[in-house]
């Protein structure tokens, strides 16, 4: 069955770094755009960034962008998160999602993984 | 502070219906799709409706979605104790970032 299953996550100290995967089953991963979602505890849903199918086009939020980068290995069928100099406010669970529309990037978050945590503490 | 207004509450009992709205601007709700998703407690978030007002197979006619100019809304008929959970609306936004609402709790009371 589709399946997304996050890992990497952990305990890290402000400014240090930390690469979450997404291994993704069940489905072509190289025909779908890809995001990444956090949520802090107790909060909302907060986008993160989106990579097209072919890792062509990539966007982020402001709250992440020049730290975060996206990208993806169709070849390993594995989206990454590289998270670097890291703050409190970084701390959530994150999750990876997969766009319900072949080739789009624009669409709904119709698979999400199961989430890992991140916690950015001293 | 999210960039789509929810309230951030909403109760029922069952069999009612309950409706949440979801308030953008022109840049994003007003251009673009909606989509609503519904988190159970302790688990990742599920697609629930999509372009506006489409359910992914699986999903209980039930839930319905409507959009006029820069609003939406999800409305819930037959109101059933396994529907509290967080509800969150999203949309994409012409600078191509994706915004969501703070979020619903629903209670079924």
């Known amino acids: 069955q589709v399946q997304l299953v996050e890992s990497g996550g952990g305990v890290v100290q402000p400014g240090r770094s930390l690469r979450l995967s997404c291994a993704a089953s069940?489905?072509?991963?190289?025909?779908?755009?890809m995001h990444w979602v956090r949520q802090a505890p107790g909060k909302g849903l907060e986008w993160v960034a989106v990579i097209s199918y072919d890792g062509s086009n990539k966007y982020y939020a402001d709250s992440v962008k020049g730290r975060f980068t996206i990208s993806r290995d169709n070849s390993k069928n594995t989206l990454y998160l590289q998270m670097n100099s890291l703050r409190a406010e970084d701390t959530a669970v994150y999750y990876c999602?997969?766009?319900?529309?072949?080739?789009?990037?624009?669409?709904?978050?119709?698979?999400w993984g199961q989430g890992t945590m991140v916690t950015v503490s001293s | 502070q999210s960039v789509l207004t929810q309230p951030p509450s909403a109760s029922g009992t069952p069999g009612q219906r309950v409706t949440i709205s979801c308030s953008g601007s022109?840049?994003?709700?007003?251009?673009?799709?909606v989509y609503w998703y519904q988190q159970l407690p302790g688990t990742a978030p599920k697609l629930l409706i999509y372009?506006?007002?489409q359910r992914p197979s699986g999903v209980p006619d039930r839930f319905s979605g409507s959009k006029s100019g820069t609003s939406a809304s999800l409305a819930i008929s037959g109101l059933r104790s396994e529907d509290e959970a967080d509800y969150y609306c999203?949309?994409?936004?012409?600078?191509?970032?994706?915004?969501f609402g703070g979020g619903t709790k629903l209670t079924v009371l």
């Open positions: 069940g489905f072509t991963f190289s025909s779908y755009g």
């Open positions: 022109s840049s994003n709700i007003g251009s673009n799709y």
């Open positions: 372009r506006n007002n």
């Open positions: 999203a949309a994409w936004d012409d600078s191509l970032h994706v915004v």
């Open positions: 999602a997969k766009v319900g529309a072949i080739f789009a990037l624009l669409d709904a978050f119709d698979i």
